[in-house]
């Protein structure tokens, strides 16, 4: 290994071990926030400041009368954040790895994938989540004057259920996942070329 490369690779371990920090961070302020925003659904009108958002689709913290309202909103949540953690938990064991030196690596790999995978999933669920919403308010399961829709005159927003910004999740969610091919090829040729210059010294 070259001076040169050397020197990367400990750009690499430094950055890996700042990236795992935050990771820890982001997690532990996301885990404390859960029951926070849980309680204050189930609190009902007394947190009035509260808004959750459903897409297009919102509840602010006023109309939170409902107990049907207030369980599809903590499925919603805990739904939510639960893709979210386990996408920073395998953010986290991936700098960790790259923290070790281990860049291309199968495990690098497998979690680079997930983390394309969960983001589809958080992708996916942005827009079942209105959908959803709106077939319970539809059969009666939530009043519908419970449920505010975005203002169409507010900046990048508008009142449809889906709408252009709503795919930007699979566009980034598919160039994780291409990374992931990527790497992974990169690290099968890597691998290849190994194995054959030791069949190479091998031989001579």
Request: net charge positive; hydrophobic share 55%; charged share 15%.
């Amino acid at each position: 290994m070259t001076p040169e490369i050397q020197a990367q690779v400990r750009h690499i371990q430094k950055f890996g071990r700042y990236a795992r920090q935050f990771c820890l961070l982001i997690g532990v302020v996301l885990g404390v926030s859960v029951p926070l925003i849980l309680w204050s659904i189930f609190a009902g009108p007394r947190v009035k400041t509260l808004q959750i958002s459903l897409g297009t689709l919102f509840v602010s913290g006023d109309h939170l009368t409902s107990r049907q309202l207030q369980a599809w909103l903590a499925i919603a949540v805990v739904t939510n954040f639960t893709l979210v953690l386990w996408s920073i938990y395998h953010l986290h064991r991936l700098f960790s790895h790259l923290e070790a030196g281990e860049i291309y690596t199968r495990r690098n790999v497998r979690h680079i994938r997930q983390v394309g995978m969960l983001a589809m999933a958080i992708a996916v669920l942005q827009l079942v989540l209105p959908a959803l919403t709106f077939v319970l308010m539809e059969i009666g399961f939530i009043d519908r004057a419970l449920i505010d829709v975005v203002d169409v005159s507010l900046p990048g927003r508008g009142a449809l259920l889906i709408g252009p910004g709503s795919f930007s999740g699979f566009v980034m969610a598919a160039l994780v996942l291409l990374a992931s091919w990527i790497m992974d090829v990169g690290r099968e040729t890597s691998d290849d070329a190994a194995a054959m210059r030791r069949d190479a010294e091998l031989v001579i």
